[in-house]
């Protein structure tokens, strides 16, 4: 007999990958908790029926989040990342000998446990001396900081259920508040292929353009997400995404990447036409 897990990308369209055994199931106080064995993608951890990563193709995720803001900002030296419990995120910035502390808030205590059991090469991330992980709310965490961070990475994973309030138009101004003259806030933006996802992926823009001076958008192809097809969002009090690329200085730190070069950096922020369009609509309503 075969096992087949399937995810729903729209009511019409899903995602379907056989499976070779079920490594853990669970149900934390926010979610259902997954992890499973496929024959293609590896490893791959669910939350709620959601695939969040798979071993093939994670570090294009993590990377993205990563170095795209990492190759902008010339000084950052405070990182706070929300969710980002599974450490992969946290690894990457731990290659960064310039940075001091990278502050980890993720609600879910037993998130990180699975992860730290069944995915330890990326939850090593959070064995770094300069990581702190705080289990608690992001957005109550936010409301008492101010000009602290240089970089805030939001790897929080859905608008809606526990993480809705890493969505709102108070958490983008939280986070605002919270960086540092210079600072940038890097998040997740969703895919605007399907029309069921479009809506909320333009309202995150909407949000995040009227809340800095600098907001652009960038994209990676991984193959496990909706469509296949996933947006970043740029946000900046100061540093334009392509403007102040520093190429020559990143390129001499020999961080290690499999996706991410700085020449891929700049074609991810050229977008196709009709992503285009749909974002110029919001910023001029």
């Known amino acids: 007999m075969e096992m087949w897990f399937s995810e729903l990308h729209t009511s019409n369209v899903k995602l379907s990958m056989r499976i070779e055994k079920q490594l853990f199931s669970g149900n934390s106080d926010c979610q259902r908790i997954d992890v499973l064995e496929s024959v293609e993608f590896g490893k791959f951890l669910a939350l709620?029926?959601?695939?969040?990563?798979?071993?093939?193709?994670?570090?294009?995720?993590d990377e993205m989040v990563t170095h795209?803001?990492?190759?902008?900002?010339?000084?950052v030296r405070h990182v706070l990342i929300i969710g980002g419990g599974d450490g992969g995120v946290a690894k990457e910035l731990t290659q960064y000998d310039s940075i001091e502390k990278i502050d980890v808030v993720e609600p879910d205590e037993m998130l990180v446990e699975v992860c730290r059991e069944h995915f330890p090469e990326?939850?090593?991330?959070?064995?770094?001396?300069?990581?702190?992980?705080?289990?608690?709310?992001?957005?109550r965490f936010l409301r008492?900081?101010?000009?602290?961070?240089d970089l805030i990475i939001n790897d929080a994973t859905d608008p809606f259920g526990h993480t809705e309030g890493l969505f709102t138009k108070e958490f983008y101004g939280s986070c605002?508040?919270?960086?540092?003259?210079n600072g940038i806030m890097v998040y997740q933006h969703g895919s605007p292929f399907y029309d069921?996802?479009?809506?909320?992926?333009?309202k995150m823009h909407r949000k995040a353009f009227?809340?800095?001076?600098?907001?652009?958008?960038?994209?990676a192809h991984i193959p496990t997400c909706s469509s296949g097809y996933w947006l970043f969002g740029f946000a900046s009090k100061k540093y334009h995404p392509l403007n102040n690329l520093r190429v020559k200085e990143w390129k001499k730190?020999?961080?290690?990447?499999?996706?991410?070069?700085?020449?891929?950096?700049?074609g991810a922020f050229m977008l196709p036409k009709y992503l285009e369009d749909m974002l110029e609509d919001e910023e001029d309503r």
């Open 122 to 139: 990326l939850a090593c991330g959070l064995d770094d001396p300069r990581v702190n992980v705080y289990y608690q709310d992001g957005l």
């Open 210 to 219: 009227r809340a800095f001076p600098v907001s652009r958008v960038y994209q």
């Open 68 to 75: 795209v803001p990492m190759a902008v900002h010339p000084d």
């Open 144 to 149: 008492n900081k101010t000009e602290e961070y």
């Open 196 to 202: 069921e996802d479009k809506e909320e992926c333009m």
């Open 48 to 61: 709620d029926g959601d695939i969040l990563f798979s071993e093939k193709d994670e570090f294009i995720y």
């Open 253 to 266: 730190l020999h961080i290690k990447t499999r996706y991410y070069t700085t020449n891929l950096h700049r």
């Open 176 to 181: 605002y508040k919270a960086l540092k003259e």
